[in-house]
């Protein structure tokens, strides 16, 4: 098993930065690949982030790309989205997940979930 609980979410105006923070416990992290998912208000979920096990390997969704950066240091056993240049259609619940060992692009590829943490952009 793998928890995992999120932080750093809140309300920012459009044009302004947020971190996330994703804290694992539980099996050796460095052994999973990370991901961030969010999910809009009436929409269904969109993988925006995902990282190797290493950290060699990332992926981003269109929609994010040249904003976002995800990063971890699998000595925190912590895995982070640096999300700028923040837009209104960015607001979301923002979930991390996990899955052993190899990097998907599919929100449904995912084992492990975090509770979520709310951002709000305002226009």
């Known amino acids: 098993q793998v928890q995992l609980v999120e932080s750093g979410g809140g309300l920012v105006q459009a044009g302004g930065a947020l971190r996330l923070s994703c804290a694992a416990s539980?099996?050796?992290?460095?052994?999973?690949?990370m991901g961030w998912v969010r999910q809009a208000q009436q929409k269904g979920r969109e993988f925006v982030a995902g990282?190797?096990?290493?950290?060699?390997?990332?992926y981003y969704a269109d929609s994010v790309k040249g904003r976002f950066t995800i990063s971890r240091d699998n000595a925190k056993n912590t895995v982070y989205l640096q999300m700028n240049s923040l837009k209104p259609e960015d607001t979301a619940v923002y979930y991390c997940?996990?899955?052993?060992?190899?990097?998907?692009?599919?929100?449904?590829?995912?084992?492990?979930w975090g509770q979520g943490t709310q951002v709000t952009v305002s226009s």
């Open positions: 997940a996990a899955r052993y060992k190899f990097l998907r692009s599919g929100s449904n590829e995912y084992d492990y």
């Open positions: 539980g099996r050796t992290f460095s052994s999973y690949a």
């Open positions: 990282i190797s096990w290493s950290g060699g390997s990332t």
